[in-house]
């Protein structure tokens, strides 16, 4: 495995354009089954989950024409509906958890689709039970093939129905959708996820033909098309991405500006790190982070420790409660991060702690973070990165800590963030991959 040796303490200056969204980028991609049509994609992130995907595609007989790094003409065609069920789609899904978004196009379209074990993350329990039932609610019979832990759905036929989805999944609302487009009669879809993902893919849908109302809010009404067409579709900026930069900035007292950061789809991102005393410039479309030696935790009206949770859009996105986490360590004051969601993401703190952070972990899924404001600096030391989102948080950690830290299983940061190194060294941080 491949790790990172970061020299911290050096203060970072220039500008920095985030990377196509990485969550959009798994929906977009998968929906291009959807039609035999060419559709073109601009934005992609050069990183190891969205290069996988489409290394998927193709092996299932996708024509692929890459025309620069960030965009590609998909033309899904010819597709070898067998493939699917093969050992070789088989081990490669399940490398990667966002594989399982296939499965709605492949239903939808060839009525036939195989989710393998999902791989990703290990950030605890992360179900596909809304997926099933979502696909079972349209017609689809289910089976589990304890052989190859497999799921298999078939259907002669996808129905329009009414549902109310258990949790409003990004994920599982994407599928369904995917599902539905196709379906004959209208679905109704209740408690569905709205972040700015599915909103993209619902409209990259609707100018393929497909027919959605409701984007943008909980209840997407799809009513069934016959066929889709081809189109463009450009993705968004990478929230995660953009949050994690404002906590960089903040935690190395450094002068960054976002460029292009798509301001009007970060919701409450800003708001929250505001929250923890980052003064930040919003110029057009493009994010300046000041640079501050102290910032300070606001506290609530009542004087009680500030306390910033996960919660389903247009609440704060859980992929960035590491990365408030560790901008909390060097701030002035006391904040408690809630992570509801997944109940072993909030693990990686051991390895703050280690750093000289002062935390306490509550429980699985709270931890207080007493801010050291300054007064003493972190240590650089040796350290594994156990998935993209903790991963991202301790190399922010190692840039601002004294002296030299090294990161490994770094394949983690790589799915998720892409040239990272490179792109940090272009602002002066001191990140070398060995």
Known sequence: MSSFE???????HGSIEPQGAKNEALQVISAVLLTSEEVLIKNIPNILDVNLLIELLQEMGVKVNRIDTHTCKFKADNINVDYISSKAFREKGSKLRGSLMLAGPMLSRFKKAFIPKPGGDKIGRRGVDTHIIGFQKL???FFYNKETFCLEFTTTGLKGTDMMLDEPSVTGTANVVMAAVLAKGKTEIYNAACEPYIQQLCRMLNRMGAKISGVGSNLLLVEGVESLAGTDHTMLPDMIEIGSFIGLAAMTQSEITIKNAGIKHLGVIPEKFAKLGIKMDFEQDDIHIQQQDHYEINTFMDGGILTIYDNP???????LLSIILVTAIQAKGSLLVHQKMFESRLFFTDKLIDMGAQIILCDPHRATVIGLDRKYKLRGITMTSPDIRAGQA?????LSAEGTSIIQNIEQIDRGYQNIDTRLNALGASIRRI
């Open 313 to 319: 859009w247009p609440g704060f996105t859980p992929d």
């Open 6 to 12: 970061v020299i911290g303490g050096k203060k970072l």
């Open 394 to 398: 301790l190399l922010i950690a190692a």
């Open 139 to 141: 017609g689809a019979d």
